[in-house]
């Protein structure tokens, strides 16, 4: 089948999500390499509530909304979900994301990194950034207008809000966030020892993507889907943290996985 029959056969696809979000970047990545287009919906945190609450499923992100090609419309609710799907997409093996060979492994590594690493890297970030004076800009980017508005006047009100929601007023709490994170890099260190190119053997699977995606906040890489701060902006601490991890097997990992697959498509 050639890509245009293929694109031609083809439902439309919405991702529902908040921009700078590590969950989002994941479910963006794998559909970035798995369909021709999809259009994304981007909402400031809070305000897409009353958009997602109509859908089920819950009132987290991302979302996709599946409509067209004469089926019902079908909305997946989790970014594992969402690589799972475009999984289906994908004809050839070795391309897969859950190559059938190493699937257990690669759904371990993945309940990892979504269970442990995705929260503690967003609990470490907010303790650092979320009374930075970029933070509206980073919360704000692609949202609409009367959301940036409102989000504008009401940012006190929502930095109350995520500090309790994540936990950031726990007593060391970012210090706890930074050792978990270092706990799971040292365990991909592990797992890269041996000289393979990626997490699960010799292809790119939904092990690297959700790694690579849930700890980019960490590292900072280039080619991130959304406007994530340099280095250079990060407070002293954070910046020195983010030093570190760049530095480990697992950090480096990160930044060449983004050179080389990031917007690499699949099909």
Request: charged residues 25%; neutral net charge; hydrophobic residues 40%.
């Amino acid at each position: 089948m050639t890509s245009s029959s293929f694109s031609a056969a083809m439902p439309e696809f919405q991702l529902i999500s908040l921009g700078p979000s590590h969950y989002c970047e994941k479910a963006r990545w794998a559909l970035q390499r798995c369909v021709s287009s999809f259009s994304e919906e981007r909402h400031y945190p809070g305000f897409h509530v009353p958009r997602v609450k109509k859908l089920g499923g819950g009132t987290s992100l991302p979302k996709l909304i599946i409509t067209g090609n004469g089926e019902e419309t079908r909305v997946l609710h989790d970014s594992s979900d969402i690589l799972v799907f475009t999984d289906t997409l994908i004809g050839e093996e070795s391309l897969k994301l859950y190559p059938a060979d190493r699937k257990e492994a690669i759904c371990e590594w993945e309940d990892l990194f979504d269970d442990v690493l995705g929260p503690h890297v967003r609990r470490w970030a907010y303790c650092h950034v979320l009374y930075h004076k970029g933070i509206y800009a980073l919360l704000s980017q692609g949202a609409p207008r009367l959301e940036k508005v409102a989000g504008f006047l009401l940012l006190p009100v929502f930095q109350h809000a995520i500090f309790k929601l994540m936990g950031c007023g726990k007593q060391n709490a970012k210090e706890i966030s930074f050792s978990k994170i270092t706990s799971v890099f040292e365990k991909v260190d592990e797992a890269l020892a041996d000289g393979r190119p990626f997490i699960c053997g010799d292809t790119l699977t939904a092990a690297d993507v959700t790694f690579a995606s849930l700890a980019g906040p960490a590292v900072l890489p280039k080619g991130y889907g959304a406007r994530l701060p340099t280095i250079e902006m990060c407070p002293k601490e954070m910046a020195e943290n983010i030093q570190q991890l760049r530095e480990t097997p697992a950090g480096k990992h990160i930044m060449k996985l983004y050179e080389t697959q990031r917007y690499k498509a699949a099909i």
